[in-house]
T-cell receptor
Framework: GDSVTQMEGPVTLSEEACLTI???????????LFWYVQYPGEGLQLLLK?????DKGSNKGFEATYRKETTSFHLEKGSVQVSDSAVYFC????????????FGQGTILTVHP | DVKVTQSSRYLVKRTGEKVFLECVQD?????MFWYRQDPGLGLRLIYF???????EKGDIPEGYSVSREKKERFSLILESASTNQTSMYLC?????????????FGQGTRLTVV
């Protein structure tokens, strides 16, 4: 079945440091890939997405590129802020699955001033 | 703005009680989902529905049931609550899959079973 694996957390960074959160997936066909973010006390909200190989999703300074050859969708940001502290989830969605999302285990990011 | 609203942010229930978690969406979405969120496990799908009165089991349906009598409302039912059902429950809705169609989430219900 489908699966998503994220790097182990939690991740603690100083403000303005570079961020990479690794995400790899296993799925048949050509899934769409997503990063969702969960701020403290809130539900999940979409951060960015990519629907086909070599697509780059970007939003709020975050980027991720759909790499089919390595089945990866790593999240990157060049300079993190305290306000980026949250839980980040990588997810995939296939067209044959009623649009069900399969999530990774989540990565807690804490950014210190 | 799309809104997915869960009826409670926090709930405390006793073991053996029947528990209802309610979710309402205002975007006329066909698909609705219930996920459970636990630390280190991410989100796991309990049940989903792709139309009124239609439902499908997800990955962890044991101990749960659902009801969808109206398009905008999707209820999760814990038939007899147990302490291992203490968790964060998230409802989501979306259009049927079309490329990168995203799912929209409610704010979550943190359920404690004592």
């Amino acid at each position: 079945g489908d699966s998503v694996t994220q790097m182990e957390g939690p991740v603690t960074l100083s403000e303005e440091a570079c961020l990479t959160i690794n995400c790899t997936y296993t799925a048949t066909g050509y899934p769409s890939l997503f990063w969702y973010v969960q701020y403290p006390g809130e539900g999940l909200q979409l951060l960015l997405k990519a629907t086909k190989a070599d697509d780059k999703g970007s939003n709020k300074g975050f980027e991720a590129t759909y790499r089919k050859e390595t089945t990866s969708f790593h999240l990157e940001k060049g300079s993190v802020q305290v306000s980026d502290s949250a839980v980040y989830f990588c997810a995939l969605r296939r067209g044959t699955s009623y649009g069900k999302l399969t999530f990774g285990q989540g990565t807690i990011l804490t950014v210190h001033p | 703005d799309v809104k997915v609203t869960q009826s409670s942010r926090y709930l405390v229930k006793r073991t053996g009680e029947k528990v209802f978690l309610e979710c309402v969406q205002d975007m006329d979405h066909e698909n609705m989902f219930w996920y459970r969120q636990d630390p280190g496990l991410g989100l796991r799908l309990i049940y989903f529905s792709y139309d009124v009165k239609m439902k499908e089991k997800g990955d962890i349906p044991e101990g749960y049931s659902v009801s969808r009598e109206k398009k905008e409302r999707f209820s999760l039912i814990l038939e007899s609550a147990s302490t291992n059902q203490t968790s964060m429950y998230l409802c989501a809705s979306s259009y049927p899959y079309r490329g990168g169609t995203e799912a929209f989430f409610g704010q979550g219900t943190r359920l404690t079973v004592v």
